[in-house]
């Protein structure tokens, strides 16, 4: 598909851009054709975004459509928000520090054409800067007092590209347009194109390479075109229709940001936002659990309040979570009053609150997986050797147990049917339920949006199948969207 470039006045458009169709902004808005069009995707670089302008009616209908804007409604919103451009500015600072810390004049403009500048050394901030907020022409202010700040940033129109700057931006267009077509490697043609985020040099990953390659494959049996994309593809990621993440998330971290644009542009979404949120801390599951009478370990939230109350309702050993902890790192064991304290005060240096939970040791845990509040596969992970946890972390190396796939049927009905209640609390996308069973107690120990799905590990009982089953809902889902509207 030839990508659309809308403007006001196509008879004043200064750029001759190979490999897209030039349009003006109320043929697209009024023609028919443009309605019809299925999988468009629309670059708007008209001279006003303002609302209800020509250039906000176009990256609004494109949505609605269901072609794929840039930029979209949310990033020309997020564009006039201060408070949101000072945030991209504090989470850029070591970024825009280095870059800039060579110029001598407090202040500075940065072009930014499809995220890049005519001056290589500024690439690195000028796609961070497009992945934060992606339209195809932007300038960036900075100035300096004691340090470089972010002032502004906004989308430009073509005649504000200096004469000089005009051989690169098409030269960068170009490329831009071409890419979307270098993405699929196959002939054929899919109906859907799914995202997977992965970094292979994530040491907890929550799937191994082979892994995505089998993901990558199931996604084609059912028609849908799988393309591993990395942090740097951020603001690329409107010009798909769904999003999987296979990598570590956190709030505080890019995973968040990729779920959150792709909710925002109307992708189907795994792990959503909501989950990530939901999931990736303690503090909350365990207020939910309360609340919801989900059995777990003896609970209390601490904060340097109430630390006497974990001896007094805990005792010792107990075990001690920072909120956002995952694969076992972040949680630590305490064995009495002076270590509670010196670990407790460590944790206080990062989070306001702690999670103080009974030591329930356990040869193993169990490891529900469940998609879409049904059960997908049941493993035991076994404590590492030596060790009341699953790693072993310890003079500079990790230890792990071992690991056991079991065939749905032969798992305990009463745990199966605890994780898919428990499961439900965070929402209705892909989890894994952690439980201790002990005699016929069982406990939810925590439930995590992005379970390990692992080559030859939790793929042991279904093969296969258990590829497709995720790959399926993302079809089911994509399917029940159709072509309805995409969210701008």
Not at 119 to 147: E, G, I, M, T
Not at 213 to 226: G, K, P, S, T, W
Not at 428 to 439: A, N
């Amino acid at each position: 598909m030839i990508p659309l470039v809308v403007v006001e006045n196509t008879a004043r458009w200064p750029l001759r851009l190979p490999g897209a169709e030039v349009v003006s902004a109320r043929s697209y808005l009024t023609d028919p054709k443009f309605f019809e069009l299925r999988k468009a995707t629309v670059y708007n670089m008209c001279r006003y975004y303002g609302y209800q302008r020509l250039g906000y009616y176009v990256s609004l209908l494109a949505a609605a459509r269901g072609h794929r804007p840039m930029p979209s409604v949310d990033t020309l919103q997020a564009l006039r928000l201060t408070p949101l451009v000072r945030t991209v500015s504090e989470d850029l600072e070591e970024l825009i520090q280095r870059s800039l810390a060579p110029l001598k004049s407090p202040k500075f403009e940065l072009s930014i054409y499809f995220g890049y500048n005519v001056a290589k050394r500024y690439d690195r901030l000028s796609r961070a800067l497009f992945n934060q907020f992606p339209a195809p022409f932007l300038r960036a202010q900075f100035v300096k007092k004691d340090s470089w700040d972010l002032r502004s940033i906004r989308p430009i129109s073509a005649a504000e590209i200096p004469d000089s700057h005009v051989e690169f931006v098409v030269q960068q267009a170009t490329q831009h347009f071409a890419r979307p077509r270098r993405r699929s490697r196959a002939r054929r043609s899919y109906q859907y194109d799914i995202a997977i985020l992965f970094n292979p040099d994530d040491k907890d990953r929550p799937s191994d390479p082979t892994a995505i390659r089998r993901f990558v494959r199931a996604a084609r049996e059912l028609n849908m075109e799988a393309t591993i994309i990395g942090p740097d593809d951020y603001g690329s990621i409107a010009e798909y229709d769904a999003l999987f993440i296979r990598e570590t998330t956190y709030v505080n971290h890019h995973t968040f940001r990729f779920s959150r644009r792709a909710e925002s542009a109307g992708l189907v979404v795994i792990d959503d936002p909501e989950s990530i949120i939901r999931c990736t801390n303690k503090v909350y599951q365990a207020e939910a659990f309360a609340r919801y009478d989900i059995p777990s370990p003896k609970t209390i939230v601490v904060h340097e309040g109430n630390v006497d109350d974990v001896e007094r309702i805990i005792g010792f050993p107990c075990v001690l979570k920072r909120p956002d902890s995952s694969f076992s790192a972040g949680v630590v064991r305490a064995d009495e009053r002076s270590e509670l304290h010196e670990k407790l005060a460590h944790f206080f240096e990062a989070s306001e609150l702690v999670v103080a939970q009974e030591y329930t040791p356990s040869d193993f845990d169990w490891r529900l997986g469940i998609l879409e509040g049904k059960p997908l596969y049941a493993a035991k992970y076994f404590m590492a050797p030596g060790h009341w946890q699953i790693v072993s972390r310890g003079g500079g190396r990790e230890r792990y147990g071992d690991w056991e796939t079991v065939p749905m049927e032969a798992a305990p009905p009463a745990v199966v049917r605890l994780a898919v209640r428990s499961a439900a609390l965070m929402g209705d996308g892909l989890y894994g339920v952690d439980i201790k069973q002990t005699g016929r107690r069982r406990l939810v120990m925590e439930v995590n949006d992005n379970p390990s799905i692992e080559s030859d590990c939790e793929d042991q009982a279904l093969g296969a199948e258990l590829y497709l089953a995720v790959m399926r809902t993302f079809r089911q889902r994509l399917d029940r969207r159709g072509t309805g509207p995409r969210r701008g």
